[in-house]
């Protein structure tokens, strides 16, 4: 599991180490870290042209005796003050006397200093930023050259690393070098995107992983999890997944769910609708009944919505249901919060950003910029497990860390790529899964596929379905 540990965690654990160290050493590890980074990424540091972007804080101190490092190796190092009165007076001495230059943020030759520079790093503000870039810095970062390399210290500025929210102007970094722990606004869009690769240094913080507010599952997590068929087991045991989705008009999103369904790990997929004819004509193993679902037979597990239309009949029936329930697209719109929130068998809503925008009654622009609140406020609100897709895939419970899903790949935005998602997810809750698992494994194998069938290349929803028994296999093969 990666775990990501929030500010206030990370100060404390860096309160007791300086409480028994020796002053300043936290300070050097970090730095002798950010240092080696950045001379493998410069390949050769000798003559190399490097720009430090200091703040007022112990970031610009990490940023400073860095680039004394460096400097000693031969390295052409100039700080840019930002803050010149209230720069790190020891990180500024260790510079200095490595024969690194110092000048003013504020004099006209800064901009010239920050474009003429091959590699840039930032040590504008850490974790003790608030907000944007001011308009100093902002105008600094701007001059760097496009080719330069950037290498942010601990966050890129401008990115809140409590949530990966970005107000106003941030950073662009190729790499992250962070310390003791990874911040969840580096793996939570849009800060993950602005922290490029994210390197850890241990600098000896020692994080009780009970505080940690962001984990992702990793190959071996989820191998743990992967439902695996006994000796005995027979296709009842497995599990049998209930698809209630598709209309006359939409088809294709039962297909694609009952795609998604028969590659999850349960021992039958059932679907109930007026697309039968569509999904046995592409799967025959699939059970296909009319009626409502209630009727339908014996099922561990629903899934519900991709499809839908309007048809609220179906919607409440399975809601009523007293097994799992994953409710997606069309679903969402048509249950009630309290009808959700009165379900004693587990729910899991798998909203993109524009559904759960609809149901928090906000802007989706909103929704993608807050990914962390908006997952968490909606698994309150519904007293379910939300999963909530995109750039950055998050699963929350009312309690316990939020999941973010590590797999995936941009082209993965293809229609009905959901929709197989909502099948391969609550196939795995009729297999046995609670909805946290259900959800994160399901956004993990869906991620993975995504990548098998891609290869660099446009991928369609059928190809990722294809693509989830070689995820699996993948995924196995650490066990
Ligand atoms: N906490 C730890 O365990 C360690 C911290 N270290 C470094 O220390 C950093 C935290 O240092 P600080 O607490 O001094 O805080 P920062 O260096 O992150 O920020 C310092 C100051 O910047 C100013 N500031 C805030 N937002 C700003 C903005 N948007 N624009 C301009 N100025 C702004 C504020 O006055 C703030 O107090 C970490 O990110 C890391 O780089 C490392 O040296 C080693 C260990
Ligand atoms: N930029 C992106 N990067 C990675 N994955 C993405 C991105 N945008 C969307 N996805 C994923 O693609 C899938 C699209 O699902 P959804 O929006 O429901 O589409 P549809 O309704 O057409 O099936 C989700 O699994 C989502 O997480
Ligand atoms: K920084």
Same mark, same amino acid.
């Given at each position: 599991?990666?775990?990501?540990?929030?500010?206030?965690?990370?100060?404390?654990?860096?309160?007791?180490?300086?409480?028994?160290?020796?002053?300043?050493?936290?300070?050097?590890?970090?730095?002798?870290?950010?240092?080696?980074?950045?001379?493998?990424?410069?390949?050769?540091?000798?003559?190399?042209?490097?720009?430090?972007?200091?703040?007022?804080?112990?970031?610009?101190?990490?940023?400073?005796?860095?680039?004394?490092?460096?400097?000693?190796?031969?390295?052409?190092?100039?700080?840019?003050?930002?803050?010149?009165?209230?720069?790190?007076?020891?990180?500024?001495?260790?510079?200095?006397?490595?024969?690194?230059?110092?000048?003013?943020?504020?004099?006209?030759?800064?901009?010239?200093?920050?474009?003429?520079?091959?590699?840039?790093?930032?040590?504008?503000?850490?974790?003790?930023?608030?907000?944007?870039?001011?308009?100093?810095?902002?105008?600094?970062?701007?001059?760097?050259?496009?080719?330069?390399?950037v290498v942010a210290v601990d966050v890129?500025?401008?990115?809140?690393?409590?949530?990966?929210?970005?107000?106003?102007?941030?950073?662009?970094?190729?790499?992250?070098?962070?310390?003791?722990?990874?911040?969840?606004?580096?793996?939570?869009?849009?800060?993950?995107?602005?922290?490029?690769?994210?390197?850890?240094?241990?600098?000896?913080?020692?994080?009780?992983?009970?505080?940690?507010?962001?984990?992702?599952?990793?190959?071996?997590? *989820?191998?743990?999890?992967?439902?695996?068929?006994?000796?005995?087991?027979?296709?009842?045991?497995?599990?049998?997944?209930? *698809?209630?989705?598709?209309?006359?008009?939409?088809?294709?999103?039962?297909?694609?769910?009952?795609?998604?369904?028969?590659?999850?790990?349960?021992?039958?997929?059932?679907?109930?609708?007026?697309?039968?004819?569509?999904?046995?004509?592409?799967?025959?193993?699939?059970?296909?009944?009319?009626?409502?679902?209630?009727?339908?037979?014996?099922?561990?597990?629903?899934?519900?919505?991709?499809?839908?239309?309007?048809?609220?009949?179906?919607?409440?029936?399975?809601?009523?249901?007293?097994?799992?329930?994953?409710?997606?697209?069309?679903?969402?719109?048509?249950?009630?919060?309290?009808?959700?929130?009165?379900?004693?068998?587990?729910?899991?809503?798998?909203?993109?950003?524009?559904?759960?925008?609809?149901?928090?009654?906000?802007?989706?622009?909103?929704?993608?910029?807050?990914?962390?609140?908006?997952?968490?406020?909606?698994?309150?609100?519904?007293?379910?497990?939300?999963?909530?897709?995109?750039?950055?895939?998050?699963?929350?419970?009312?309690?316990?860390?939020?999941?973010?899903?590590?797999?995936?790949t941009p082209w993965l935005a293809t229609?009905?790529?959901?929709?197989?998602?909502?099948?391969?997810?609550?196939?795995?809750?009729?297999?046995?899964?609670?909805?946290?698992?259900?959800?994160?494994?399901?956004?993990?194998?869906?991620?993975?596929?995504?990548?098998?069938?891609?290869?660099?290349?446009?991928?369609?929803?059928?190809?990722?379905?294809?693509?989830?028994?070689?995820?699996?296999?993948?995924?196995?093969?650490?066990?």
């Amino acid at each position: 599991m990666r775990n990501a540990y929030g500010v206030e965690s990370v100060r404390a654990a860096e309160r007791e180490v300086m409480a028994r160290g020796p002053e300043g050493a936290l300070m050097r590890r970090a730095a002798a870290g950010l240092a080696a980074e950045c001379a493998q990424l410069l390949g050769k540091v000798y003559g190399a042209r490097i720009a430090l972007l200091v703040g007022s804080g112990d970031n610009g101190g990490d940023a400073l005796y860095a680039g004394a490092k460096l400097a000693g190796r031969g390295a052409g190092v100039t700080a840019v003050l930002l803050a010149p009165e209230r720069t790190h007076a020891g990180g500024l001495a260790a510079l200095r006397a490595a024969g690194g230059t110092v000048v003013d943020g504020s004099e006209d030759r800064a901009e010239g200093v920050v474009a003429r520079a091959r590699l840039v790093v930032d040590g504008i503000v850490g974790i003790g930023g608030r907000g944007g870039l001011r308009e100093r810095a902002a105008r600094l970062v701007a001059a760097v050259a496009g080719d330069a390399l950037v290498v942010a210290v601990d966050v890129p500025s401008g990115v809140d690393a409590d949530t990966g929210e970005v107000h106003g102007e941030a950073v662009r970094a190729d790499v992250t070098v962070t310390f003791g722990a990874y911040k969840p606004g580096l793996l939570i869009d849009p800060g993950r995107e602005y922290a490029g690769a994210v390197r850890l240094v241990d600098i000896g913080l020692e994080l009780a992983s009970g505080e940690r507010v962001l984990e992702a599952l990793q190959y071996a997590d *989820v191998a743990g999890l992967l439902p695996r068929p006994s000796g005995e087991s027979d296709k009842y045991r497995r599990g049998v997944v209930g *698809v209630v989705a598709g209309s006359a008009r939409y088809p294709g999103a039962a297909v694609l769910c009952v795609a998604g369904a028969l590659r999850g790990g349960a021992g039958a997929v059932r679907y109930v609708g007026p697309a039968a004819d569509a999904v046995i004509a592409r799967f025959p193993e699939t059970l296909v009944s009319a009626g409502p679902p209630s009727k339908a037979g014996r099922v561990q597990a629903w899934v519900v919505g991709p499809g839908l239309g309007d048809d609220g009949e179906r919607l409440r029936d399975v809601v009523a249901a007293d097994v799992p329930v994953l409710i997606d697209a069309d679903g969402l719109r048509l249950a009630g919060e309290r009808e959700v929130r009165a379900r004693r068998a587990p729910t899991l809503l798998t909203p993109h950003a524009g559904e759960a925008a609809a149901l928090l009654g906000v802007s989706r622009e909103e929704v993608e910029s807050a990914r962390l609140s908006a997952v968490r406020e909606l698994a309150g609100r519904y007293g379910a497990t939300v999963l909530l897709k995109g750039s950055t895939t998050l699963v929350a419970s009312g309690e316990g860390p939020v999941r973010v899903n590590p797999t995936g790949t941009p082209w993965l935005a293809t229609a009905g790529s959901g929709d197989v998602l909502s099948g391969l997810a609550g196939s795995l809750l009729a297999a046995g899964l609670d909805a946290r698992d259900a959800g994160a494994v399901g956004a993990y194998l869906h991620g993975l596929a995504a990548r098998h069938a891609s290869s660099g290349g446009p991928v369609a929803a059928q190809d990722v379905a294809d693509a989830i028994p070689a995820a699996w296999r993948d995924v196995r093969r650490t066990d």
